[in-house]
């Protein structure tokens, strides 16, 4: 199999799979609460916003629910996700930067889905800049583009509990300092919970661990894509060290519920998206090991201590999310959503894997033609 006959055969399946949502476990009450709505998701490129799309294009041929979506990125869109939506009039895209320019003011949404932003320590680390102002400045802008009793929906991150060593509750808040390599995202996403929490807005805030599935780019250089990438592209999984680092890991599918049940039924809440069991780095390689039947090799510059990690360029990787498990703020309050399956097979992904080894940089390449 070729290169570009592999990436038509990958995208033809990926689109298959976004296009496939169950709707079974969404109600008529929560159906009906976004018929006829309009709804802005920013970031609709990464693999929470395109999941999202694909969530309410699904309702709207399903259920007629004519919902308007409009989605905007800045980095590529994938092409087969711009052809699937090109003649549907209900979907529209907008390559735009959010941190230099303002989206339309007429265009008021009645909910915004705030999931631009650079998730990956690379990218972060790179456009630190604009890491603060996505969380900051560009919040403040699309506050404008909210319906009057709109609701403001922002995906933040588990990194905010970074700094915490041990079990780590729900009120312990993280102490990075700012000299931590990874301080632009963590404090830009506490300024983006601190501003609307102190907003007069109706707001929903969630605080997401590393999602996978459908919608990962092949650049996405966060742990779990990166060990899953190497047993696709390499005849043995290459580590580094790192092993008894704790990750929590959801199935984008069961995150997207999670997400879609409280945005119908609660307001100006907190939520952490997590999977309720916690797995190590080790734990992850033998799993992918045994599903792609590749070996795991110890690099020669594997560290037996957890300050290495597996891929040796990214050492920033070594610190911590945390080692509890997060279910909501309001717990007490109001229950916790669980994961529909404890284990995903870790990987709807490896139906993609090539039969043959190809060149990675070419697959990138042609993955945002």
């Known amino acids: ?49 395109i999941n999202l799309l694909f969530f309410f294009d699904a309702l709207n041929n399903k259920e007629k629910t004519s919902i308007k979506v409009d989605g905007t ?15 549907n009039k209900l979907v529209k895209f907008k390559k735009i930067d959010l941190t230099k320019k ?5 265009r008021k949404c009645d909910f915004i889905f705030h999931c631009a932003g650079y998730g990956q320590p690379a990218k972060f680390l790179k ?12 919040i403040m802008n699309l506050k404008e583009n909210l319906k009057n009793g709109g609701k403001f929906i922002y995906m933040s991150s588990t990194e905010i509990y970074s700094g915490n060593k041990g079990i780590c509750k729900e009120n312990c808040i993280g102490n990075t300092t700012t000299t931590h390599p990874r301080s632009s995202y963590i404090e830009s996403k506490r300024f983006g919970e601190s501003y609307l929490i102190n907003s007069k807005e109706n707001f929903l805030i969630y605080r997401v661990c590393l999602t996978f599935g459908p919608g990962a780019k092949l650049n996405d250089e966060r742990i779990l894509n990166l060990l899953l990438l190497r047993s696709i592209k390499n005849n043995k999984i290459d580590i580094y060290g790192g092993l008894n680092q704790l990750r929590s890991n959801l199935y984008i599918s069961d995150a997207i519920n999670m997400i879609i049940k409280s945005v119908v039924k609660f307001n100006r809440e907190i939520f952490n998206i997590n999977n309720h069991k916690m797995i190590t780095i080790g734990e992850m390689v033998k799993i992918i090991s045994k599903l792609s039947n590749k070996k795991i090799a110890k690099h020669k510059s594997f560290l037996k201590s957890d300050e290495g990690c597996i891929p040796s360029c990214l050492k920033w990787f070594n610190s911590h999310f945390p080692t509890s498990v997060i279910s909501f703020l309001a717990t007490a309050k109001h229950g916790s959503f669980q994961p529909e399956a404890t284990v995903r097979p870790f990987l709807t ?11 990675l940089h070419k697959e990138i390449k042609a993955s945002y033609l």
């Open 1 to 49: 199999m070729n290169s570009f006959n592999y990436i038509l055969n990958r995208n033809s399946v990926l689109l298959d799979i976004l296009k496939s949502v169950d709707l079974r476990k969404i109600n008529k009450n929560e159906i009906n609460f976004f018929r006829n709505k309009r709804i802005l998701i920013t970031g609709a490129s990464g693999i929470i916003g």
């Open 73 to 87: 990125y800045n980095t590529s869109l994938f092409l087969f996700v711009k052809k699937y939506f090109k003649k």
């Open 102 to 106: 303002k989206l339309d003011k007429t």
């Open 127 to 138: 456009f630190f800049s604009s890491t603060y102002k996505l969380n900051s400045l560009t």
């Open 349 to 359: 992904i490896f139906k993609f894997a090539p039969t043959v080894s190809i060149s």
